[in-house]
T-cell receptor, first 114, second 108 residues
Framework: DAGITQSPRHKVTETGTPVTLRCHQT?????MYWYRQDPGHGLRLIHY???????DKGEVSDGYSVSRSKTEDFLLTLESATSSQTSVYFC?????????????FGSGTRLTVV | DAKTTQPNSMESNEEEPVHLPCNHS???????IHWYRQLPSQGPEYVIH???SNVNNRMASLAIAEDRKSSTLILHRATLRDAAVYYC?????????FGTGTSLTVIP
């Protein structure tokens, strides 16, 4: 969507390999989020960031790490990919916080771990 | 934990109004009610949100019960492009809790 891009859009990787997904925004929003979406579960929060180098865990953070060294970039790393991490990953941004102003989502990254 | 309850699916005829219900009996006084929708192969997109009063925008209307334990998203004239999964979400702090949503089918 406008102002937020995710890369890559699709990726196939092997079990045990590290994988990094990138979210880039041009809106200068403070908050950034990573969600995963699986059938029957809706979207579940993995990690979020409320500023440069400020991050926190969401409800399904095990096996994932994040980094935010610049306002515009939020990276999601799968330390050692497993088949259970096959999913569609969405990045979202908001400012000043989602309670009142809501999210803008990216188009998603479809990750397959074989 | 599911914070909202929605029907799994609904159908509507094209050009007719659609009322999508949502129950959120555990809502707290500071929780906002948000609605997003997700078209196939896309990320969710914002539809509308509110706190206590009914809200209208160009996409839809949001009717919030007086006790705030339920709300209804109203699409005034459904079009084929409105076919999507609609999520009713409570925002708590900086986190949204998505349920599995309502899949809306629009019949021509």
């Amino acid at each position: 969507d406008a102002g937020i891009t995710q890369s890559p859009r699709h990726k196939v990787t092997e079990t045990g390999t590290p994988v990094t997904l990138r979210c880039h925004q041009t809106e200068n929003h403070r908050y950034m989020y990573w969600y995963r979406q699986d059938p029957g579960h809706g979207l579940r929060l993995i990690h979020y960031s409320y500023g440069v180098k400020d991050t926190d865990k969401g409800e399904v953070s095990d096996g994932y790490s994040v980094s935010r060294s610049k306002t515009e970039d939020f990276l999601l790393t799968l330390e050692s990919a497993t088949s259970s991490q096959t999913s569609v990953y969405f990045c979202a941004i908001s400012s000043p916080g989602p309670t009142n102003y809501g999210y803008t989502f990216g188009s998603g990254t479809r990750l397959t771990v074989v | 934990d599911a914070k909202t309850t929605q029907p799994n699916s609904m159908e509507s005829n094209e050009e007719e109004p659609v009322h999508l219900p949502c129950n959120h009996s555990t809502i707290s006084g500071t929780d906002y009610i948000h609605w997003y929708r997700q078209l196939p192969s896309q990320g969710p997109e914002y539809v509308i949100h509110g706190l206590t009063s009914n809200v209208n925008n160009r996409m839809a209307s949001l009717a919030i019960a007086e006790d705030r334990k339920s709300s209804t998203l109203i699409l005034h004239r459904a079009t084929l492009r409105d076919a999507a999964v609609y999520y009713c979400i409570l925002s708590t702090g900086n986190q949204f809790y998505f349920g599995t949503g309502t899949s809306l089918t629009v019949i021509p």
